[in-house]
C-alpha cells in the first residue's frame, strides 16, 4: 500500500486560493480511499479469523457496526468489499483474491466505494462456465477504466462486456395514451417574467409530474461534475425549459421547422467576441454577452450590431448555424453528451462550436461537438477545453486542479469498449 500523508491545512481555509482548495480535495480523497483499502484488509482478516468470536459477535458485520457506530446494513457492505479485495484463509490454504486488479486499483487510492461495487456488480454476474482468462481480462479492462472514469462509465462498460460473454434480449416498451384535456394560462408579469399555472386531468397531471420529476431529477456527483444545489421548484423549471427545447427541436413542429430557438440580438461586435458586456434578447429583456454567445451555438440569430453611439449598424440575416443534415451526423457520431461521464442522449443536447462562430469557427462537423445543457454552460465557464482528436471524435482536456498532468478524456457510455 503506498504510504500518504495528510497534507497540513492552512489555519483559515478563506485565506486559500481556489487551485490549493481543489488539490486539497482531490489528495484527501486519495488518503480516504488508501485509508479505506487498508481497513478492508483488517476486515478481512477479522472475518477470515473469526476474531469476532473474542468480543461476543457471531459475525464480523455485525462487529464493525458496533465499532463503526453504523448500520448493519452499511457494515455488511464494506466487509462484503474487503472480502472481495483481499484473499481468505481456509483450513486447506489461502484462496485467491476475487477481484485482484480492482484490489491492486483500490489500494492505490483510485477508487472508491461506488467503483468498487460497480466493479463487482459486473463480476457475479458472468456466467460459471466462461473461462477464467477471458473473467480477468474483463476485470482488468474495468478497473483500468474507474482510475480515471465514474461508476456509470463503469456500468455501461461492464453492460458491454457482459453482452460478449452472456448476450441478453431488449425489453419491450409501453405506448403511452394521449391526454384528454388540459388547461394552461401564461401571463407575463411587469418584472419581465412569466406566471404559468393550469389544471390538469388526473392522468395528465400524472404524467406532467413525472416528466419534471425525471428532467428535474438532482444531477449526480461524479468525478467530473459538482453537486447539486439546486431547489425542487427550480430543478422542475430547468426540467419545463428543457422539455420546450425539446418540442421546439423537432422537425414537424409548427412555427419554428426545428429550428432549436429563434434569437434577435442586439449587441456591440466587440462584446459579442470579448463575451464581456451585456446584449439586449428580443427586445424585452438582457443577457449577458457571454450568455448570448453560448445561445449562438446552437440556434437561429439575428444579430444587431450597434456602434459606440448606439447606432445600428448592421442588422444581419437569419443564419441557420447547425443544419438538419450536419445535426443528424452529430447524433451518430457522439451519441449524445460527448462530456466524459454524462449520459444524457442526443435529443437533450445542443451543438456547440469547439471555436466560437464569432471568432471565426467555421460550422463543421470537425468543429462541432453535442453537449447537454449542463455541460454546454461549464465548458463555456470553466476551464475545461474541447479538442478534436486526430481520429474524429471529440476529447475534453480537465482543469489542472483535477488532472495535474492534463490528459485528454472521452464519454465512453455511448459506445462499446474496445
Known amino acids: 500500500m503506498p504510504e500518504t500523508t495528510i ?26 480511499r488508501v485509508a479505506s483499502a487498508g481497513l478492508g484488509k483488517y476486515l478481512a482478516e477479522v472475518e477470515s479469523r473469526g476474531a469476532e468470536d473474542l468480543f461476543g459477535y457471531g459475525s464480523a458485520s455485525r462487529w464493525f457496526a458496533d465499532v463503526a457506530r453504523i448500520t448493519r446494513g452499511d457494515a ?8 472481495a479485495l483481499n484473499p481468505a ?44 482468462e477471458e473473467r480477468d481480462g474483463a476485470e482488468k479492462i474495468l478497473a483500468d477504466l474507474a482510475r480515471a472514469a465514474g461508476p456509470k462509465e463503469i456500468t455501461k462498460a461492464g453492460n458491454d462486456l457482459l453482452a460478449h460473454l452472456d448476450p441478453d434480449g431488449n425489453e419491450p416498451k409501453d405506448p403511452e395514451p394521449a391526454p384528454p384535456r388540459r388547461e394552461v394560462f401564461v401571463e407575463r408579469r411587469k418584472d419581465g417574467f412569466w406566471k404559468l399555472s393550469g389544471l ?55 412555427g419554428t421547422s426545428g429550428y432549436r430557438t ?28 457571454r450568455e448570448a454567445r453560448l445561445a449562438a451555438c446552437d440556434c437561429l440569430m439575428i444579430p444587431v450590431v450597434l456602434s459606440a453611439a448606439g447606432e445600428p449598424l448592421d442588422v444581419g440575416r437569419m443564419k441557420r448555424f447547425v443544419t438538419p443534415g450536419q445535426r443528424r451526423a452529430l447524433n451518430i457520431r457522439d451519441g449524445g453528451c460527448a462530456f466524459p461521464g454524462c449520459h444524457r442522449a442526443p435529443k437533450h443536447c445542443h451543438a456547440h462550436h469547439i471555436r466560437h462562430w464569432a471568432d471565426g469557427g467555421p ?52 459506445r462499446a469498449v474496445a
Open 7 to 32: 497534507p497540513e491545512l492552512p489555519q483559515e481555509l478563506w485565506r486559500a486560493g481556489k487551485l490549493e482548495l481543489a488539490h486539497g480535495v482531490t489528495h484527501l480523497l486519495e488518503v480516504i
Open 76 to 83: 455488511q457492505d464494506v466487509v462484503n468489499r474487503a472480502l
Open 89 to 132: 484463509r481456509e483450513p486447506s490454504g489461502e484462496v485467491a483474491t476475487f477481484a485482484p486488479a480492482t484490489a491492486a486499483a483500490a489500494e492505490d487510492g483510485a477508487l472508491g466505494d461506488q467503483h468498487i461495487d460497480a466493479i463487482l456488480d459486473v463480476l457475479r454476474k458472468i456466467p460459471d462456465d466462461v473461462p477464467t
Open 200 to 254: 390538469l386531468d388526473p392522468e395528465t397531471g400524472a404524467r406532467t409530474a413525472a416528466a419534471l420529476d425525471a428532467y428535474g431529477a438532482r444531477r449526480p456527483v461524479d468525478d467530473f461534475g459538482q453537486a447539486d444545489h439546486r431547489t425542487m421548484p427550480q430543478r422542475r423549471g430547468d426540467a419545463w425549459a428543457e422539455l420546450l427545447d425539446l418540442a421546439i427541436a423537432c422537425p414537424d413542429q409548427p
Open 262 to 289: 429563434l434569437v434577435h440580438v442586439t449587441i456591440g461586435l466587440d462584446e459579442l467576441k470579448t463575451g464581456a458586456g451585456k446584449a439586449c434578447l428580443d427586445f424585452v429583456g438582457t443577457i449577458t454577452a
Open 363 to 414: 460550422t463543421d462537423l470537425r468543429n462541432l461537438v453535442l453537449l447537454c445543457g449542463f455541460h454546454h454552460r461549464l465548458v463555456h465557464h470553466d476551464d475545461w477545453q474541447v479538442r478534436m482528436a486526430p481520429d474524429g471524435i471529440p476529447e475534453f482536456v480537465p482543469p489542472q486542479y483535477l488532472d495535474p498532468l492534463r490528459h485528454p478524456r472521452r464519454n465512453i457510455l455511448h
